[in-house]
Structure formats: structure tokens, C-alpha cells
């Protein structure tokens, strides 16, 4: 039988992080292909049974992520790291302390893999009634190291948070309550640089950020606000001069907003229409209509 290697593994937090630490308990099965330092202590653990509500395979294909839910029959909610041929690697274990927060119903999930398949992204999220109805939050992005099981934090805070990663991995956009739901902050994660933006509303009504979204080629920025009846705006950021522009305004449910297409445009459903925004120019480009599925 495979001996199970078991340990603590307390969070380094980013130099940009202002919440208290945590800790995160890792459990790995030393996986002998991988090089894993052999960690003292056991502990006996239950993989986890049943379909996986989510799974995730990473860019190079050698490895699965794999998010339980609490309706698994163990009633537990984990990540799994598998690899190819189903040899589980690390378990990350669902904490529910992890958000303070015991009156919400909270959930781990997986975020996405890193670019070069060395790391994986989670984090957690609980849900909560607003007057245009139920809104997620999002809490405490983390990074679990493949090779060496270390979980770090990428971003914490309680309260409201939003956030992407940009399109090469080297870049996360994020907005928290915890500092302002009006600034928006741009990382690089590679060296802790950091950049912020306040987000000119064109009412006061506008009270926070949301769908942060970014251009294929990395260099734009779009994102969300909405007001408090339920009016939303879709703003575009220039990240080189940090302008903003409202690309379209409209109420809440009537229109998709569905982030950018391959050419660097925004795309919309607008009830039966699909069409492209030119931030550039502003011109509107209709593309095709949707046709109802009898």
C-alpha cells in the first residue's frame, strides 16, 4: 500500500495581501514521478468518491484537477490532483473556517491552471442576497505549487472581491471591497508590481466593479458596474494610458455581456442579436442573430 504522506502547510502571503494568515492543510500521496520532498508524519486519509462536479485538465495534459462538491457521497467538498492515468497527487481539503463567514454557504473551486501546468489556482467562494438578487463572492485566490504541495495566497480579504488573470498568466486585475469596490488593481504576479486605476462612475449609483475581463492580446481591459436598480455599464480601460470609456449601457438581464472575441472585440447578446463593440471606434458590428431551438 502506498505510504501517505501528510502536511501543514501555512500560507505565504503576498506582499500586497492585507488579511491575517491561514493555514491549509495539503495531504499527498508521493506520487513517485513527481518529485516531492517526503514530509514527515502520516496520516490516514479517504480519497474522494463519486462523479467530481468539475474537471479540469491542465495545458500539457498530464494532469487533472478535480473539484467535489458537498453532495458526493463522502458529504465533503475537496480539489483532487490526479494524473493521467487516475494516480492522485495532492488533496486539498475544503476548510469551512476559511471565510469567517458561518452564516453563508460557501464553496471551494477550482480557478485554472497555470500556463505551464506547474500550479494550480482555487479559491473559495460564498453566496448572498442583494435587491437585484443573488450575488457570489469570491474570497481568497490561492496558488497550490504541483511539485512541492506549498499553498500560497494570491489574494485574500473578506467582503466582495472580483478578479482575472490575464491571458499569458503573467497578470491579475482585481477589485475588493476591503480597499475600495471602486479602484481596480493591476499585479504582475511574477515580480509584486502593482498598478491601480480609480473607475470613473458616470453615477454615484455605480457602487461596484464586477466581470473583469481581458483582451486576448493582454493588453485591454473591460469590466462591469452596476447600479443599485439594476442599470449595468460596460466600461472599457486602456491599460497604457488607464482611460476609460462606457461601451454600452444597459439594464441588468437584457443584455449578455460576453467578454472579448478573438479579434479584440466586446461581444453582447442583445435579446436575438449578437454583436461586436469596437472599443477603438465604437462602432457596432452585428454578426449574427441567435435562431430559437424548436
Not at 436575438?272 to 441567435?290: C, L, P, Q, S
Request: charged residues 20%.
Amino acid at each position: 500500500m502506498r505510504k501517505i504522506i501528510v502536511s501543514l502547510l501555512f500560507i505565504a502571503l503576498t506582499s500586497c495581501s492585507k488579511s491575517q494568515d491561514y493555514s491549509q492543510l495539503a495531504i499527498n500521496t508521493a506520487f513517485p514521478t513527481v518529485d516531492i520532498p517526503q514530509i514527515a508524519g502520516t496520516q490516514a486519509f479517504t480519497p474522494m468518491t463519486g462523479d467530481a462536479h468539475e474537471t479540469v485538465y491542465s495545458p500539457d495534459g498530464k494532469f487533472v484537477a478535480k473539484q467535489y462538491s458537498e453532495i458526493n457521497p463522502s458529504g465533503k467538498q475537496a480539489i483532487e490532483i490526479q494524473d493521467k492515468l487516475g494516480n492522485l497527487i495532492w488533496q486539498i481539503p475544503y476548510q469551512a473556517n476559511i471565510l469567517n463567514e458561518t452564516s453563508y454557504s460557501s464553496y471551494i473551486y477550482i480557478y485554472q491552471w497555470a500556463k505551464d501546468s506547474a500550479a494550480l489556482y482555487f479559491y473559495y467562494v460564498s453566496h448572498h442576497e442583494v435587491s437585484s438578487g443573488m450575488r457570489w463572492r469570491w474570497h481568497d485566490l490561492r496558488k497550490l505549487n504541483l511539485k512541492t504541495g506549498n499553498i500560497q495566497t494570491v489574494l485574500s480579504g473578506a467582503g466582495f472581491m472580483e478578479f482575472s488573470i490575464s491571458p499569458d498568466g503573467t497578470q491579475i486585475a482585481y477589485v475588493r471591497d476591503i480597499d475600495n469596490s471602486s479602484i481596480i488593481f493591476i499585479r504582475n504576479l511574477e515580480t509584486g508590481y502593482e498598478k491601480k486605476t480609480n473607475v470613473s462612475f458616470a453615477s454615484e449609483n455605480h457602487y461596484r466593479v464586477y466581470e473583469i475581463s481581458w483582451s486576448p492580446s493582454g493588453s485591454k481591459l473591460a469590466f462591469q458596474s452596476e447600479t443599485n436598480d439594476g442599470t449595468v455599464q460596460t466600461i472599457y480601460l486602456n491599460l497604457a494610458t488607464t482611460k476609460q470609456k462606457v461601451i454600452k449601457e444597459y439594464k441588468l438581464y437584457a443584455v449578455k455581456f460576453n467578454g472579448w472575441s478573438d479579434d479584440d472585440h466586446l461581444d453582447f447578446a442583445n435579446f436575438d442579436t449578437v454583436v461586436h463593440a469596437n472599443v477603438n471606434n465604437d462602432e457596432i458590428i452585428v454578426i449574427g442573430t441567435i435562431t430559437p431551438v424548436p
